[in-house]
T-cell receptor
Framework: GAVVSQHPSRVICKSGTSVKIECRSL??????MFWYRQFPKQSLMLMAT?????????EQGVEKDKFLINHASLTLSTLTVTSAHPEDSSFYIC????????????FGPGTRLTVL | SQQGEEDPQALSIQEGENATMNCSYK?????LQWYRQNSGRGLVHLIL?????REKHSGRLRVTLDTSKKSSSLLITASRAADTASYFC??????????????FGTGTRLKVLA
């Protein structure tokens, strides 16, 4: 149980285009989803926290207009990287947690974004 | 930065040896968790230790927690080549508006040589 999927697993796009990454909880309802980014050989940095049906909370230094997050249902959150640039190339990982009071996050397999 | 520190950054050992990784953090915590990440893949949850616990075991894994020193260690005994991966600690400070946020350590890259 507690499986989280991400789609796509890899994406290559041209500079200036927008890319959407999906994060789904497959067998549980995720009231909260988290988005992280990870540069090569570095740790995960939390970008934003999203709760179903409300606006995402962004971490300091993360541009909310550039990284659009939508958590429209209890099983799906999307991250859209708008007007992508080469410096946005990274590994994006989502996680999901069950209803409030449960600390464990279940992580997706990640999406490798390469912006040319 | 709130990020925790892990040491060593990289560790190379022979199969069968034990591997010890350390994690230090900066704020009071609710829980501390250890994760493994194979290259280019997602995270695999290894073990959770609560702030009122001092030691926990799971198979070949042993985790200790010293809240007075704000540090934790992960010991992998009798390592195998398949243990080659990056290992991260993650702390949460408890619910903030009902949400538990994780802060990850910098990670230790472990290489186990066959």
């Amino acid at each position: 149980g507690a499986v989280v999927s991400q789609h796509p697993s890899r994406v290559i796009c041209k500079s200036g285009t927008s890319v959407k990454i999906e994060c789904r909880s497959l067998d549980f309802q995720a009231t909260t989803m988290f988005w992280y980014r990870q540069f090569p050989k570095q740790s995960l940095m939390l970008m934003a926290t999203s709760n179903e049906g409300s606006k995402a909370t962004y971490e300091q230094g993360v541009e909310k207009d550039k990284f659009l997050i939508n958590h429209a249902s209890l099983t799906l959150s999307t991250l859209t990287v708008t007007s992508a640039h080469p410096e946005d190339s990274s590994f994006y990982i989502c996680s999901a947690s069950q209803p409030a009071g449960v600390t464990t996050q279940y992580f997706g397999p990640g999406t490798r974004l390469t912006v040319l | 930065s709130q990020q925790g520190e892990e040491d060593p950054q990289a560790l190379s050992i022979q199969e069968g040896e034990n591997a010890t990784m350390n994690c230090s953090y900066k704020t009071s915590i609710n829980n501390l968790q250890w994760y493994r990440q194979n290259s280019g893949r997602g995270l695999v949850h290894l073990i959770l230790i609560r702030s009122n616990e001092r030691e926990k075991h799971s198979g070949r894994l042993r985790v200790t927690l010293d809240t007075s020193k704000k540090s934790s260690s992960l010991l992998i005994t009798a390592s195998r080549a398949a243990d080659t991966a990056s290992y991260f600690c993650a702390t949460d400070a408890g619910p903030i508006s009902g949400t538990y946020k994780y802060i990850f350590g910098t990670g230790t890259r472990l290489k186990v040589l066959a």
